[in-house]
């Protein structure tokens, strides 16, 4: 839904009037022959198109393009980031009005399996490993119940936990170690073989799918009494690799110095590894799904679908997009159809080939893994943001000698403002008159969350009545049920 969001609003006020009034005669003058590998690679012809960065034009008639195309990027973003923030919002409303206790989706399960009449045995067998290991869970967290254990098992346990986030710290460091090396190896590179085109985003692909497998791993090895925080531990330790190995990929491609693939336009040479991370990046997912089917022929039974890494994959994938949008305006919708072909594969394979997970984690709500999404958003704004203040641009809607940065659209564009508003809004945005209004803010913000405090307070109080008003009626029913006349 994200991606249709965003997608739309790129293709309609920056693809679509770029398309329209594009200079179609620079594609077919091209000496270079077309081929459906360019497709693919994003070069030849297809980088001189309106599908890159490179294609698009300062002005177009009375259509500003320069302002638009970042305007448009931050309004995408920021938009994007208001839904997954509303949706975190509505899941936060939703369980504080709830009523029932952690147990009743237990009880849930258990009525919902009589109402199914799950008769088959591994139906059966499944349902019951998933209410032990819930009700284990439940007993663990509610009295913080533990295992006893001997002072030299806890000593090996702890021993063992630090090994394992030693593992991890070495595996990120030659994540990034790596990642390092194969870019600045292919930078320094004019191949158009295979490995050389695809080498970056081949590696980070292949990290980010390998790598979380092993950390996967490293939690059989820690001993971990309840189910959740084997899953949050796996889940933050995958997600942080991730991030470090994504952002490392960025700055080392943003930091070269020297790009003798598409000339002066490094904005180009961006927008063309993202294009190419997409392609890889939905042939990978895709791929790694087949594992189910694979081990149901070679074992002949069904696996456990693994949905938390399923979901942090495309929280991966959605920071790729956010950050390669700028540079390859239909990368949205790429994106979303990348989701649809995998979502439409997998509803298949996990169809047939899997069974429901054993382990009950609550780490499986949306809010958690939106917070993650959020998180991810801010993340690649951030370098994103620092990329427009900071890097030179000399080619697509910023050509001309009056743009140092992309940023300079700004003031470009105020330029063309009449002197009293321009006047007005330095004035503004001056210290003396933004401190006061952010101090403003501050307060507003404060007081703010202190009346939502009590609204909240509020709320709870009248839960606690209506909780305490049921169990009385159910009280005075039982009484009534027993002082009744045989």
């Not at 369980?95 to 009589?114: I, K, M, P, Q, R």
Request: proline letters at 3%.
């Amino acid at each position: 839904m994200i991606n249709l969001f965003s997608g739309l609003i790129w293709t309609l006020l920056v693809v679509v009037p770029q398309a329209y009034w594009f200079d179609y005669k620079v594609i077919y003058n091209a000496t270079e022959p077309f081929s459906t590998v360019q497709l693919f690679l994003g070069g030849g012809r297809v980088a001189r198109s309106w599908l890159f960065f490179n294609g698009y034009e300062e002005k177009l008639e009375k259509w500003p393009m320069y302002i638009i195309y970042i305007v448009i990027y931050f309004v995408s973003i920021i938009g994007v980031f208001t839904i997954i923030l509303q949706t975190i919002g509505n899941d936060i409303v939703r369980e504080g009005l709830s009523t029932g206790d952690s147990t009743s989706s237990l009880a849930v399960s258990v009525f919902s399996a009589w109402d199914y009449s799950i008769t088959s045995r591994d139906g059966i067998r499944k349902q019951q490993k998933s209410l032990k290991s819930g009700f284990i869970d439940q007993i663990c967290e509610l009295t913080s119940l533990q295992k006893d254990r001997t002072v030299k098992e806890r000593r090996i346990i702890l021993f063992l936990r630090v090994l394992a986030w030693l593992i991890w710290a070495l595996l990120v460091a030659g994540a990034i170690t790596a990642i390092i090396k194969i870019v600045e190896k292919t930078n320094e590179t004019t191949g158009t073989g295979f490995l050389e085109v695809y080498g970056p985003t081949i590696a980070l692909t292949a990290i980010n799918t390998i790598v979380p497998f092993l950390m996967q791993q490293l939690t059989q090895m820690e001993s971990y009494d309840i189910g959740r925080t084997e899953q949050y531990v796996t889940i933050f330790r995958v997600y942080v690799m991730r991030m470090i190995s994504l952002c490392t990929f960025i700055i080392t491609l943003v930091e070269k110095e020297d790009n003798s693939v598409t000339g002066d336009c490094v904005q180009l040479y961006w927008g063309q590894e993202f294009y190419k991370l997409c392609i890889i990046n939905t042939i990978s997912n895709v791929v790694v799904l087949f594992k189910y089917p694979a081990f149901l022929y070679l074992l002949g039974k069904k696996i456990e679908v693994d949905l938390p890494s399923s979901l942090m994959s495309l929280i991966y994938f959605q920071g790729c997009i956010w950050f390669g949008n700028l540079f390859c305006p239909l990368l949205s919708f790429m994106a979303m159809l990348s989701n649809l072909i995998y979502f439409g594969i997998a509803a298949v394979i996990v169809k047939h080939s899997c069974t429901p997970p054993t382990k009950r984690y609550n780490s499986q709500n949306s809010k958690f893994f939106n917070t993650f999404l959020a998180l991810t958003i801010m993340i690649m704004l951030f370098i994103t943001c620092y990329i427009i203040v900071t890097k030179d641009v000399n080619c697509g809607p910023y050509d001309s000698a009056k743009f140092q940065t992309m940023a300079d659209a700004f003031s470009v564009f105020t330029l063309s403002w009449p002197n009293e508003l321009r006047d007005a809004l330095k004035t503004i945005l001056s210290a003396v008159v933004a401190g006061p209004i952010v101090l403003v803010l501050i307060v507003v913000i404060y007081f703010l969350k202190k009346n939502m405090d009590k609204y909240v307070l509020r709320l709870e109080l009248h839960v606690a009545e209506l909780v305490a008003l049921r169990q009385e009626k159910v009280q005075f029913l039982k009484k009534s049920k027993n002082s009744a006349p045989q």
